[in-house]
């Protein structure tokens, strides 16, 4: 399988659930991002993560727990989210962090919280 | 903070050439000029980006004014699946990140 892949591609959960997303990237880059997107609202900017290592946390509720266990897979851990959190959450890779470099979506997750 | 301005919404007869105008009137001199699209319930897709110089590739030609203050996407022969949400993004070689905007809707009529 080529480029970035994410699982599950549709989620339904209460507001008590946990569960995990999924990113795995077969193009051998270093950088790996998680963004959000809402209903008619601009794509935002969750987590980058460089090397494995994160760089950067957009001012994203705890409810959010990124990990990165190598730099192929990104995983997004959610707990106690709300209504408001559902959204497609788009995890993106490039070959490292500098803004030159290409990033490639993966299809997203529409995740519904109730 | 946004950084460049596009249109809403535009239409484009299938087969004619797609015009995306995108104005970042305070670009600096070592931003470079990205464009991405959304087709709808996709992930973004890179298109193409430039710095001073025009730039073609297999799917778009971008235009940059010589004062770098507006940009243009053009599709040279747009079909129906080139209907998405067109990104204009300015940013620098600086490890910011990207800010997507609202972009433009374009849609191909038949």
């Known amino acids: 399988e080529t480029g970035v892949t994410q699982t599950p591609r549709h989620l339904v959960m209460g507001m008590t659930n946990k569960k995990s997303l999924k990113c795995e990237q077969h193009?051998?880059?270093?950088?790996m991002y998680w963004y959000k997107q809402s209903a008619k609202k601009p794509l935002e900017l969750m987590f980058v993560y460089s090397l494995e290592e994160r760089v950067e946390n957009n001012s994203v509720p705890s409810r959010f727990s990124p990990e990165c266990p190598n730099s192929s897979h990104l995983f997004l851990h959610l707990h106690t989210l709300q209504p408001e959190d559902s959204a497609l959450y788009l995890c993106?890779?490039?070959?490292?962090?500098?803004?030159?470099?290409?990033?490639?979506f993966g299809p997203g997750t529409r995740l519904t919280v109730l | 903070d946004a950084k460049t301005t596009q249109p809403t919404s535009m239409d484009c007869a299938e087969g004619r050439a797609a015009n995306l105008p995108c104005n970042h009137s305070?670009?600096?001199?070592?931003?470079?000029v990205y464009w991405y699209r959304q087709i709808h319930s996709q992930g973004p897709q890179y298109i193409i980006h430039?710095?001073?110089n025009n730039e073609t590739n297999e799917m778009a030609s971008l235009i940059i004014t010589e004062d770098r203050k507006s940009s243009t996407l053009i599709l040279p022969h747009a079909t129906l699946r080139d209907t998405a949400v067109y990104y204009c993004?300015?940013?620098?070689?600086?490890?910011?990140?990207?800010?997507f905007g609202t972009g433009t809707s374009l849609t191909v009529i038949p």
């Open positions: 993106a890779s490039s070959q490292d962090t500098r803004a030159y470099n290409e990033q490639f």
């Open positions: 305070t670009i600096s001199g070592n931003e470079y």
């Open positions: 993004i300015v940013e620098g070689n600086t490890g910011n990140q990207f800010y």
């Open positions: 193009l051998g880059h270093n950088a």
């Open positions: 430039g710095l001073k």
